[in-house]
């Protein structure tokens, strides 16, 4: 239990009249997650049990990721301290999250003592709030490191979602709608959140709390295990990266079985993976936090600046100085088919 646990607190229940702060290019399909099984709830009881809002910080319409504009009925300076507030964040969330008010606004509904909701990066606002300082936080694999490098008294974890005191996160897309169930079902009863669940087609919301927003999907489960291993040694020491040897070691196999697997599962080298891996993470941490350039070539394990430039521009098309907003129009990184990616900040 974190300093924050109180028996309380152990269950907090769902408001029936909720708001969702809208931040610029959040995620359309995480809203719907979170907005129909409340639609669905009212139906299925026959009464508008939840009622809900969507604000955003100046009270005009707000882009989705996918380019759509939403209708809000108030700005910012509506938003009430006795709701249960969801704050929707996903791309260019370290802009919009520290955007005037929004920190104050947040911190006076968690004073009233409602449940405040960071979903996708919008645990970035709730941190930059001081609402996460000591607590547990579910982050995406693509936001996990610069969220902790951004606050790391926040105790980030690759569940997905996280319920801590009166504070809730959610790693996003499907975990949203995990999340939502379960908050009805501590608030309504775990009968209508299985009616809702149904509906939704979704058989078994029970598991959510237990799946790892970093667990590899179902298609990657058999993938061979000499390469399962190899990953997590990889994703393990991206800041002091292993020679193709030392790995091999390691594992207990040759090098040129190591290789061998690789180029059968995935048609390259373990050195151009292991590569792969570095730059992804410092792709993150140069569009997602406020480090240097040279602080995210060697947090990626790049001992040279020069060469850290070279191979960001061969595998992004822009060097890293001009790659520091995690925009719909910036590059995006591929992981490498089977990886599971670092979800923790690597061992030092």
Same mark, same amino acid.
């Given at each position: 239990?974190?300093? /924050?646990?109180?028996?309380?607190?152990?269950?907090?229940?769902?408001?029936?009249?909720?708001?969702?702060?809208?931040?610029?290019?959040?995620?359309?399909?995480?809203?719907?997650? %979170?907005?129909?099984?409340?639609?669905?709830?009212?139906?299925?009881?026959?009464? *508008?049990?939840?009622?809900?809002?969507?604000?955003?910080?100046?009270?005009?319409?707000?882009?989705?990721?996918?380019?759509?504009?939403?209708?809000?009925?108030?700005?910012?300076?509506?938003?009430?301290?006795?709701?249960?507030?969801?704050?929707? !964040?996903?791309?260019?969330?370290?802009?919009?999250?520290?955007?005037?008010?929004?920190?104050?606004?947040?911190?006076?509904?968690?004073?009233?003592?409602?449940?405040?909701?960071?979903?996708?990066?919008?645990?970035?606002?709730?941190?930059?709030?001081? %609402?996460?300082?000591? &607590?547990?936080?579910?982050? /995406?694999?693509?936001?996990?490191?610069?969220?902790?490098?951004?606050?790391? $008294?926040?105790?980030? *974890?690759?569940? !997905?979602?996280?319920?801590?005191?009166?504070?809730?996160?959610?790693?996003?897309?499907?975990?949203?709608?995990?999340?939502?169930?379960?908050?009805?079902?501590?608030? $309504?009863?775990?009968?209508?959140?299985?009616?809702?669940?149904?509906?939704?087609? /979704?058989?078994?919301?029970?598991? !959510?709390?237990? %799946?790892?927003?970093?667990?590899?999907?179902? &298609?990657?489960?058999?993938?061979?295990?000499?390469?399962?291993?190899?990953?997590?040694?990889?994703?393990?020491?991206?800041?002091?990266?292993?020679?193709?040897?030392?790995? !091999?070691?390691?594992?207990?196999?040759?090098?040129?079985?190591?290789?061998?697997?690789?180029?059968?599962?995935?048609?390259?080298?373990?050195? &151009?993976?292991?590569?792969?891996?570095?730059?992804?993470?410092?792709?993150?941490?140069?569009?997602?936090? $406020? %480090?240097?350039?040279?602080?995210?070539?060697?947090?990626?394990?790049?001992?040279?600046?020069? /060469?850290?430039?070279?191979?960001?521009?061969?595998?992004?098309?822009?060097?890293?100085?001009?790659? &520091?907003?995690?925009? *719909?129009?910036?590059?995006?990184?591929?992981?490498?088919?089977?990886?599971?990616?670092?979800?923790?900040?690597?061992?030092?």
């Amino acid at each position: 239990m974190t300093q /924050h646990d109180d028996a309380s607190f152990a269950t907090p229940r769902l408001g029936r009249e909720v708001q969702f702060l809208l931040m610029p290019r959040f995620s359309s399909l995480g809203l719907m997650l %979170l907005t129909e099984p409340l639609f669905l709830a009212n139906w299925l009881l026959g009464e *508008t049990r939840y009622s809900w809002r969507l604000l955003s910080i100046d009270g005009g319409r707000v882009p989705s990721s996918d380019g759509q504009l939403h209708g809000v009925s108030e700005g910012l300076s509506a938003l009430r301290p006795d709701c249960t507030t969801f704050v929707l !964040a996903s791309f260019e969330a370290k802009t919009h999250c520290r955007a005037p008010g929004v920190a104050n606004a947040l911190r006076q509904v968690a004073r009233r003592g409602a449940l405040v909701v960071g979903i996708e990066t919008g645990s970035v606002a709730l941190a930059q709030a001081g %609402l996460l300082a000591g &607590r547990r936080a579910a982050a /995406h694999w693509d936001a996990a490191i610069p969220l902790m490098e951004l606050h790391p $008294d926040v105790e980030v *974890t690759d569940t !997905a979602f996280e319920i801590d005191g009166r504070v809730a996160t959610s790693a996003g897309a499907l975990a949203n709608l995990d999340l939502m169930l379960h908050l009805i079902a501590v608030t $309504d009863g775990p009968g209508l959140a299985d009616q809702v669940a149904r509906h939704l087609l /979704h058989h078994r919301p029970e598991a !959510a709390r237990t %799946l790892r927003a970093s667990d590899p999907l179902l &298609r990657e489960s058999a993938v061979n295990a000499r390469i399962g291993r190899a990953v997590q040694l990889m994703e393990a020491t991206l800041e002091e990266p292993l020679s193709v040897p030392e790995l !091999a070691a390691r594992l207990g196999i040759s090098q040129r079985q190591m290789e061998r697997d690789f180029r059968a599962v995935h048609d390259m080298s373990p050195s &151009r993976f292991y590569r792969q891996l570095r730059l992804n993470l410092a792709h993150r941490l140069l569009q997602q936090t $406020d %480090l240097s350039v040279t602080q995210v070539a060697v947090t990626a394990g790049f001992v040279s600046s020069e /060469h850290f430039s070279r191979a960001y521009r061969a595998q992004f098309g822009v060097p890293p100085s001009r790659d &520091r907003v995690q925009s *719909t129009d910036a590059p995006a990184a591929w992981m490498p088919s089977g990886a599971h990616d670092a979800m923790l900040r690597p061992n030092r």
